[in-house]
């Protein structure tokens, strides 16, 4: 069984910044693609930004040029370094991951529990 475990949400003001982390944990082969997806009340979850293995990036065009994902493979861990927040990225953030696992074996997809961000304004 794979775990997503994030952590590093909080309050902060507009104009601050906060990272994310997400360690995966269990009986893992690989992991694929790594994300961070968010959901704010009343609204879908949406993708804020993903990273392959290979450290290729996609990011919303809502967050371009203020987050940054990275991942650390031998840790099984991705961050979301978030600067310059605005009201509006308040949200509960999910990790999302595509793990290979061994036991059972399979390709799954899995998801964090969710970490609250609340920008004030």
């Known amino acids: 069984q794979v775990q997503l475990v994030e952590s590093g949400g909080g309050l902060v003001q507009a104009g601050g910044s906060l990272r994310l982390s997400c360690a995966a944990s269990?009986?893992?082969?690989?992991?694929?693609?790594m994300g961070w997806y968010r959901q704010a009340p009343g609204k879908q979850r949406d993708l804020v930004a993903d990273?392959?293995?290979?450290?290729?990036?996609n990011y919303a065009d809502s967050v371009k040029g203020r987050f940054t994902i990275s991942r650390d493979n031998a840790k099984n861990t991705v961050y979301l370094q978030m600067n310059s927040l605005k009201a509006e990225d308040t949200a509960v953030y999910y990790c999302?991951?595509?793990?290979?696992?061994?036991?059972?074996?399979?390709?799954?997809?899995?998801w964090g529990q969710g970490t609250l961000v609340t920008v004030s304004s």
């Open positions: 990273i392959t293995s290979g450290g290729s990036t």
């Open positions: 269990g009986s893992i082969i690989s992991i694929n693609v």
């Open positions: 999302n991951a595509g793990v290979v696992a061994r036991n059972p074996v399979g390709l799954f997809e899995v």
